[in-house]
């Protein structure tokens, strides 16, 4: 598993062995590419954030401040040494980057609305069931501006429809236990 693109591109990353589903390099090139160059300057959170993948794409691809959320000790290591050796490639000016270590459904941003992409990426089973809590802690997570997304990563054959937001693009697999990212904005009202 490696960084697919920006300043720390091939850098690789390494995820502890048990209990993490990383997500793969396709996947995480294939989104990044769909979101070109709006990553540069964000802000960006990453839940369930494992060995940090996503967040640690953005940062590599220009985002100016991400915060990481994961409970897993291994993984937590692992994120750790992977955001120095991403912050090393980087060289100056590097990002503002946080990490909590606090289970996703107790954890509660001081600063709501303050982020312009969440990447959510539990374990498939989560995605399913706990849905609806994911994008309520996403709602109260998501910047206002119109051009904010959330970027949900689950099993390609489940797909969403909760109420106040639109799927807008949906990458990767439509098979059981395949990842597939569903890529959401706010509904517009009306």
Known sequence: MRITGGMARGIPLKCP?????PATDRIRQALFSSL??????????????GSGSYGLEAISRGASDCHFV?????????????LATVKKALGGGEP?????SR????????????FDFIFIDPPYSQAVESSD???????????????????????GDYCPNPGGWELVRR???QKAGEPAVNIFKRSSPG
């Open 171 to 173: 990458l990767g697999s």
């Open 36 to 49: 070109g160059n709006a990553v540069a300057q964000s802000s960006v959170l990453d839940l369930f954030a």
């Open 133 to 155: 809590s994911l994008f309520a802690l996403a709602e109260s997570c998501l910047s206002e501006n119109p051009d904010s997304r959330l970027l949900f990563e689950m099993p």
């Open 103 to 114: 289970d996703v459904f107790s954890w509660r941003p001081k600063e709501p609305r303050g």
């Open 96 to 100: 503002l980057c946080r990490i909590s």
């Open 17 to 21: 062995i048990k209990n993490v589903r």
């Open 70 to 82: 994961e409970k897993n000790r291994l993984a937590l290591a692992s994120l750790k040494e992977n």
